[in-house]
């Protein structure tokens, strides 16, 4: 089973930010057509991946993310609405 855990400061601005909760887009890693890729922009210290896929409330998120534990743990960073960008 998948954990995830987050910063609750870096959620909370996140959150004003952006507009989407951590919890919201938790949810996005349920969304069976979810497209995960690895992200060449900042693989510094990290290996961090993005997520596409839509979330419970169907808008469609992008959501940064690293995995530990060989994937059993998720630990979100950011979360925004997906646009043509």
């Known amino acids: 089973?998948?954990?995830f855990e987050w910063n609750n400061q870096k959620g909370n601005?996140?959150?004003k930010k952006h507009g989407v909760s951590f919890e919201e887009a938790k949810s996005v890693f349920y969304d069976d057509f979810a497209i995960q890729f690895f992200d060449t922009e900042n693989s510094d210290?990290?290996?961090p991946f993005l997520m596409?896929?839509?979330c419970h409330l169907s808008r469609l998120l992008l959501v940064c993310h690293c995995e530990?534990?060989?994937?059993e743990t998720v630990r979100i960073i950011s979360a925004r609405k997906a646009t043509a960008k």
């Open 1 to 3: 089973m998948t954990t």
């Open 13 to 15: 601005a996140n959150k």
């Open 45 to 47: 210290d990290e290996e």
């Open 52 to 54: 596409l896929g839509k």
């Open 68 to 71: 530990k534990n060989e994937g």
